[in-house]
């Protein structure tokens, strides 16, 4: 195997100093960085080593991990796939469990007269409280319900309404595809082009993330005819956080709405929706809030807009409480963002939010896991960027190299690398990485995502990864 990658340097061989600098984390000084005595001291002195425990992850039969022994077969995976799908957490199964319980031997009495006190009429808003922390907001600018599509659609009506010279929509490049889907649909609805109301930002040739200077600039140019501007936190594709403070801020001074898709933000990165004066935000839940497969999603809507007129598709569970069930026929909402809800949730699939974001509190918050996802990250990268085939500041060439297109910024990236294979070896490498054990997410044509999330990946579990991926590309 080459010592050297095509560029004809020496792979990167920083030290733990300089791949740990500013995370306060204290690292052996006597061993390498890929010797497994070091990966292994870092998860002793790792404060949320015990947290794995708090989860059921996914077993290398489960995955087809074909290329381990029997006696491997029923340990844990590397679940490096967080970032599309979270893993059960113990305490999410056995809330479900009793909600299946309750529902079976009390029957509609559950939604009032609930054995465990999470009446079902208002179980939602132990929800809202355990999100304060997560997305910056107040209870009362929080809303626990539907799905992420279908709120951005109810955010969109309510927040998007174009006029003859402020009518366009401005977004990243590679968005997730349901946004642009929204974006197309609620442009045509108000019987404008998509293609002269949407602007999509492209990073710069040869780049892959988007430079807060360019985004800020197009706002500025575009600034008098445009009437929202919708980024997502962290973006799916790259895993590139965006600078949202400055984002809503450009937005704001011209005269535009900002909001926010946080399907790959929240749990992951701290936020202070409130605080940046974000207008309104949607999430998904089943991602690094770990809800399940299709879990509740969740909506911002500032305090600032409360009272205010806003046209809003209603429904019943947006009216107030107080008098819901007498059922009158005028509308009385909620006061903030609650008033946008339209139907009850599921208790069930409420209750596996709330199973987890109890896991969240008990560990500290996010704020505590950010500070692990952060060395993780750091440590795989570091670990990646050892590889001979790994290639810096181009793309790869050859079946056996790879980039990342992540940026190496601490602060512009939450707990996601993205790899950037050959369109023809990518899925090769995805699947010989499965046989060995280590799911990631797969993105066509040629890029896989590893998320090490600190409350159930370890340095080890990076230091594998890394460890097999050499193995793979060397093989090719």
């Not at 997502?232 to 926010?260: D, L, N, R």
């Amino acid at each position: 195997m080459s010592s050297t990658n095509r560029s004809g340097r020496s792979p990167s061989r920083l030290t733990a100093q300089q791949v740990f600098e500013g995370t306060n984390l204290q690292t052996p000084t006597d061993m390498d960085l890929a010797d497994g005595r070091f990966s292994r001291a870092l998860d002793e002195r790792d404060s949320l080593k015990g947290y794995k425990k708090e989860f059921i992850l996914p077993t290398n039969r489960g995955i087809g991990a074909t290329k381990l022994s029997e006696g491997l077969q029923n340990e844990a995976c590397v679940y490096f796939v967080g970032n599309s799908l979270g893993p059960l957490p113990k305490r999410s199964r056995e809330l479900l469990n009793e909600e299946m319980n309750v529902w079976a031997t009390s029957g509609v009495n559950g939604h009032f007269d609930h054995p465990h006190g999470r009446n079902w009429m208002t179980i939602s808003s132990q929800v809202t409280m355990l999100m304060t922390d997560i997305v910056g907001a107040k209870e009362t600018e929080i809303a626990s319900m539907s799905t992420l599509t279908a709120n951005l659609h109810l955010m969109m009506a309510s927040f998007y309404r174009p006029t003859k010279d402020k009518y366009k929509i401005i977004f990243e490049h590679r968005a997730f595809p349901s946004d642009e889907y929204a974006f197309t649909s609620q442009v045509k609805s108000h019987n404008l082009s998509p293609e002269e109301a949407i602007i999509r930002l492209e990073p710069r040739s040869g780049e892959h993330a988007l430079r807060e200077e360019d985004i800020l600039q197009v706002i500025e140019k575009e600034g008098k005819s445009v009437a929202l501007v919708l980024f997502s936190g962290v973006q799916y594709y790259t895993g590139q956080w965006f600078p949202m403070e400055s984002i809503t801020k450009a937005a704001h001074e011209q005269g535009a709405i900002c909001g926010w898709d946080l399907a790959h933000a929240v749990g992951n990165v701290p936020l202070k929706l409130h605080d940046w004066d974000v207008d309104f935000a949607v999430w998904c839940t089943y991602k690094y809030l770990n809800s399940g497969p299709g879990g509740i999603g969740g909506l911002f809507v500032h305090e600032k807009w409360q009272g205010k007129e806003l046209p809003r598709l209603a429904g019943w569970w947006g009216h107030s409480e107080a008098t819901r069930f007498q059922m009158p026929d005028v509308f009385d909402p909620i006061p903030g963002a609650q008033g946008f809800q339209q139907s009850n949730p599921s208790a069930l699939i409420t209750a596996t939010l709330l199973g987890s974001l109890q896991v969240f509190q008990k560990a500290g918050g996010v704020e505590v896991t950010r500070r692990k996802a952060v060395q993780l990250t750091a440590y795989l990268e570091a670990l990646f960027k050892r590889s001979p085939h790994y290639v810096a500041n181009a793309l790869p060439s050859s079946k056996a190299e790879f980039t990342i297109i992540t940026p190496e910024a601490k602060d512009a990236r939450g707990s996601q690398l993205s790899l950037l294979f050959t369109e023809a070896s990518m899925p090769i490498v995805f699947e010989e990485m499965i046989k060995r054990g280590v799911i990631g997410d797969e993105r066509h044509p040629s890029v896989i995502r590893y998320a090490p999330i600190p409350l159930y990946c370890s340095f080890e579990d990076c230091r594998t990864t890394a460890r097999l991926l050499e193995e793979v590309l060397g093989n090719l």
